[in-house]
């Protein structure tokens, strides 16, 4: 008689390393600004006078107010110490006529505001 042959036992499998997905930027993600800068949506602009009359497109001036999209972390004093900002996203600002840069992101405009320049929390 032959000598039977044991059947080879399988080893056991390995488990997969899990690995972190790798971070591709999302279209809606927008980053944070830096600092004590402010996004913000700007508002639409008037497009009729109190009296009733329609507003040409050339004549529109940029609106002064608009919605909080991401804040930056805060400004440091002079120790070091970091000052959070006032606004949260979501809130309703005004901010000074000239105190801001216009940027687009994700084909989106917006401003960017430092926080010295908005004068009013809706």
Known sequence: MGAMKKPKKKAPARKKAKTAPAKSAKKNEIGRPYGDRVLVRPGKPEEMTSFGLIIPESAKEKPEQGTVVAVGAGRRDERGT?????????????????????????????????EESITYVF
């Open 82 to 114: 970091l000052m959070p900002l006032m606004v949260k996203p979501g809130d309703r600002i005004m901010f000074s006529k000239y105190g801001y840069d216009e940027v687009t992101i994700n084909g989106v405009d917006y401003y960017l505001i430092r």
